[in-house]
Each structure stands twice: as C-alpha cells, then as structure tokens.
T-cell receptor, first 119, second 111 residues
Framework: GAGVSQSPRYKVAKRGQDVALRCDPI?????LFWYQQALGQGPEFLTY????????KSGLPSDRFFAERPEGSVSTLKIQRTQQEDSAVYLC?????????????????FGEGSRLTVL | GQQLNQSPQSMFIQEGEDVSMNCTSS?????WLWYKQDPGEGPVLLIA?????ELTSNGRLTAQFGITRKDSFLNISASIPSDVGIYFC???????????FGQGTELSVKP
C-alpha cells in the first residue's frame, strides 16, 4: 500500500486478555519498528526488525510483549495477559535502507497507530 | 526509557508569529529529525538533519543540527492555524535506525 497500515485502530481489552496488533509496512521497506506512546508522551522504542530478523528488542517492557515478522513483511505485536499500564498507542514505522554499510538515510514513516485501552 | 529534553512543553501563539523550539541530549546523535503529530495520527516527518552544523529548510520550517551534536532546534515562521499540533524531535545514534524521541511541544495558534 501507499503508507504504513495498522490494525485494529482501536482495541479495548479486559485485564488479563491477550491482544495482537498488526502492521503492514510500506512495500519494499526492509526495516520495521514498533513504538509505544503513552498519553502526553513521545513515542518510546520497543523493537526493530530488518527483514525477518529481530535485531533489537531491548525496549520491550516485559516478557509479556512479543513481536514477530516471519516473512519479512507484515509484523504482529502480541501482548499477553494485558495490564492497565499497557494502555497506550502502539505505533509501527517502516523505513528503507540504501545499501549495506552506507549511512541509513531512509527515514521512518509511521502508521496511524493502534490505541489499546485495558480496563 | 530514555528521552530527549524538549522545550517548551507547550506554546500558545498568535497567527503570523514565529515559533522556536529545541531539543537537548546528554549524548551525541548522528541524526536529528523533527516530526509533527496530529490527534489520532502517527508522526509525520518534517525535516531530517545528518551533519553537525547543518541548517535545513522546508517551506516555513527551518531546523539546525547543533555543532556539539547534542542539540537541535526547529523554527516555524509566520505561523498559520494548520501548524497546530505536537512537534517531536528525535535523535539517532547509529545506522541501526532506533530513534529516541523528545516529550513533544504542543503548539496552539490563535487566528
């Protein structure tokens, strides 16, 4: 598609439920990022994929958070046993990388986000 | 998580006025970016800066990459109502691409 597409746009979950959030990156973009944005805050990094490889998951707040990108395109962020503090907007972004070893001037393009509310 | 120090947190200005906001970091970045976010939308890239000292313009927007590589500013000239939104700075250490974001500057423009 023309831009990064995320679904669902809104999700309400009861505490303890599992949720899955989907991201369709821009076609051809090899890098995919997940960010968490709490109300009134800037986005905070969760995890990063280059193709299907998860190169950095240092921002995942707990082992309840899991992300995958099995075929190097669509990605899913899964949150198990949701807690109220998980309520936030989850943003997906993709970027192109020019060539291996060259400065990465392919910038991030963000989707509209998935707003998760945990009751 | 780590965030940049962005100021001011909010601004209320009259249409036509110029606006300035800035970001500082305790660490060096190799790339500085400025994004704008409207309610219910994802951040949209405004300006990207790749070299220390670089000054780049995009229409009425001008941004600079600080010489120390620890700061950046964004200026908006002759503000208009559609400039309303939240502006975020973001820095990147290396080619890995992970961005660190500031807390945002909320801009309100009175017609």
């Amino acid at each position: 598609g023309a831009g990064v597409s995320q679904s669902p746009r809104y999700k309400v979950a009861k505490r303890g439920q599992d949720v899955a959030l989907r991201c369709d990156p821009i076609s051809g973009h090899v890098s995919l990022f997940w960010y968490q944005q709490a109300l009134g805050q800037g986005p905070e990094f969760l995890t990063y994929f280059q193709n299907e490889a998860q190169l950095d998951k240092s921002g995942l707040p707990s082992d309840r958070f899991f992300a995958e990108r099995p075929e190097g395109s669509v990605s899913t962020l899964k949150i198990q046993r949701t807690q109220q503090e998980d309520s936030a907007v989850y943003l997906c972004a993709s970027s192109s990388i020019k060539t291996s070893g060259a400065p990465n001037t392919g910038e991030l393009f963000f989707g509209e986000g998935s707003r998760l509310t945990v009751l | 998580g780590q965030q940049l120090n962005q100021s001011p947190q909010s601004m209320f200005i009259q249409e036509g006025e110029d606006v300035s906001m800035n970001c500082t970091s305790s660490s060096i970045f190799n790339t500085w970016l400025w994004y704008k976010q409207d309610p219910g939308e994802g951040p949209v890239l405004l300006i990207a800066l790749y070299k220390a000292g670089e000054l780049t313009s995009n229409g009425r927007l001008t941004a600079q990459f600080g010489i120390t590589r620890k700061d950046s500013f964004l200026n908006i000239s002759a503000s208009i109502p559609s400039d309303v939104g939240i502006y975020f700075c973001a820095g990147r250490y290396n080619q890995g691409g992970k961005l660190i974001f500031g807390q945002g500057t909320e801009l309100s423009v009175k017609p």
